[in-house]
């Protein structure tokens, strides 16, 4: 099991609709999927996995929203009970478009930081004391997902090393700022039992992605499940992709 329960942003379509989905069919389900997602009555392919599965909870969340993050820390708790929360996946993100020189704006730079950035380092922050009640139910300081992690979905497009195009100005300064929002978590959270990593799901087939990318989400999300169990010590305050590699930053 990955973690008793495990809380996926923009789970309504794409990369995390695709976690739900194995989590849910996996030999040894989660007790607990909660699916945040903006706009519950219209995820319907998310519903129907509801009726299907009993432990997936579908609850309403616009990250940008922090005024509801107390009603929903509340949720969870409720839902999660003394276990506290397990994990925690950043992944709700945008990416707009036209973003070269002569075409980014301020508010393309806001909203996507806001999105990518801001939200789930707030996110994390106000999930961090059920986070830190799932850590301290295992004796021991051992990093593992089963125990308690901050995963958040980053981007190749993010790491400074790999730029040899330009542009996207605003997904590749949010997913680099997340970066290293995600190495200072790293170092915050290591006395609480915390494992905090950056993960690249691959160039993937969902609205974002576009149809030419050559990963399906089936592909990627199985590929990202593999590497969740194998996380340790080595992997903390580090930048993977989907398959396990590790990444420049
Ligand atoms: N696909 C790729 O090739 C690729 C590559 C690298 C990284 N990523 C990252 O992987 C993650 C998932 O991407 P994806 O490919 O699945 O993209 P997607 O198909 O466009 O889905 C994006 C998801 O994020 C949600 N979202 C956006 N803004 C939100 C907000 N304010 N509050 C709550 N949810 C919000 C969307 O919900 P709505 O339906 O309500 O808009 C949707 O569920 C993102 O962080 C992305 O940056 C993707």
Known sequence: MIGRSVLITGS???LGLEMVKQLAGSSFPPHHI??????PNAAQELKQMSEDHNN?????LDVGDERSYSSLVSHISEIVGSYGLNVLINNAGVAPKSTRINMVNWKQMTDTLHIN?????MLTKALLPLIKVAASQLDGSSLAVKRAAVINISSILGSIAENEQGGLYPYRASKAALNAITK??????????ILVTSLHPGWVQTDMGGKLAPLTPTQSISGIITTLHNLTEQHHGGFYQYDGQKLPW
Do not use: K, M, Y
């Open 12 to 14: 309504n379509r794409g």
């Open 34 to 39: 909660i699916a945040a997602c903006r706009n």
């Open 56 to 60: 997936i909870h579908i609850i309403e």
């Open 117 to 121: 950035t801001i939200a789930p380092l």
């Open 184 to 193: 200072s978590l790293s170092l915050d959270l290591q006395s609480s039992n």
